[in-house]
């Protein structure tokens, strides 16, 4: 494990909490501004994108204000694994509204 145990558990956290609040991010990923513009008509990718970016700017910027840098090659490959990881559970969450 690449990050400490305080940083994990903050990472966890935010992942529970985009799935928690995916409706949010689907509702806004299948308004039909987005719909007339992107190609993706169920708002799928968009969604995901929306979380996954809000999780990791709100994970990058707390870990540089926690641990006084930014993350290094390792870390960044960690974020991306964990990422990967949770992948299922965010599409489920997707799924979940419809």
Request: net charge negative.
């Amino acid at each position: 494990m690449i990050f400490n145990e305080f940083d994990r558990g903050v990472l966890e956290n935010l992942f529970e909490i985009g799935i928690r609040d995916m409706e949010i991010n689907v509702d806004v990923a299948r308004d039909e501004m987005f719909r007339s513009v992107l190609n993706d008509k169920d708002g799928v990718d968009l969604a995901l994108g929306i979380v996954i970016g809000t999780i990791h700017t709100l994970f990058i910027s707390g870990f540089k204000l926690r641990n006084g840098r930014k993350l290094n090659s390792e870390e960044n490959i960690e974020l991306f694994r964990i990422t990967k990881s949770k992948l299922g559970q965010l599409r489920e969450a997707i799924f979940q509204c419809g």
